[in-house]
């Protein structure tokens, strides 16, 4: 807690996520290393030994920014399995929703995607938890397709990391062939259609 200020549990956390904001802005426009706790603090008119009172290290901002954004999309995941029915329009709606995850938090996520490793072991714990629970949803819906025979049996677990990824490459994409909402559609119709020509044209 911030000395000699006392705040509620409410306005606590309310400046935790207002850091957080601050940090995500910080690393989407000048990339992680770059990013420095003295500016965090600067952005959200503290000192630096106050925004030490709520998160030692920067490392600890992002994490608790993923783990808060994963949080959110989980129970938007929720509402989407709960109001659709069909398992293919259930994955096309996730995928879409996790398509328009804001850039602040993508360019974070790239970033773990990739530096994750040299991240704390507490740290990677906590990622991994809640990253195994949003796929854990997804991997349901899929095997849900596959016992009512709408898909077709398959490792679920590794069609959950393909579909994942793939999103996050189009979100990436040095070369985008159309919007990342036409690119999504159309990844969604080789994943759930495949490749093959069946004879037709």
């Known amino acids: ?19 957080a904001g601050v940090a995500l802005r910080l690393i989407a426009e000048n990339g992680f290393q770059k990013t420095s706790m003295r500016e965090i603090a600067v952005l959200t008119n503290m000192g630096k030994s106050s925004l030490y009172d709520f998160f ?3 490392d600890e901002i992002v994490v608790y920014a ?6 959110e999309t989980i129970h938007k995941v929720h509402r989407i399995i709960a109001d659709e029915s069909s398992p293919e329009q259930c994955l096309r709606k996730i995928m879409d929703n996790h398509l328009r995850i804001p850039k602040q938090y993508r360019t974070v996520l790239m970033w773990f995607h990739t530096e994750s490793d040299y991240l704390e072991e507490e740290y990677r714990k906590r990622l991994k938890a809640v990253r195994y629970a949003y796929q854990d949803i997804i991997k349901s819906v899929i095997e849900k397709g596959m016992a009512t025979g709408i ?20 979100v990436y994409t040095s070369r985008p062939s159309a919007s990342p909402e036409k690119m999504l559609d159309e990844t969604m119709n080789i994943f759930l259609h495949g490749i093959m020509n069946d004879g037709g044209e």
Do not use: C, Y
């Not at 898909?151 to 189009?170: G, H, P």
């Open 1 to 19: 807690m911030p000395k000699g200020i006392m705040l509620t549990p409410e306005q606590q956390a309310a400046r935790r996520e207002e850091i």
């Open 56 to 58: 030692k290290t920067k």
């Open 66 to 71: 993923v783990e808060k954004k994963i949080e």
């Open 151 to 170: 898909f077709r049996k398959t490792d679920a677990d590794l069609l959950t990391r393909l579909l994942m990824n793939s999103v996050l490459a189009i």
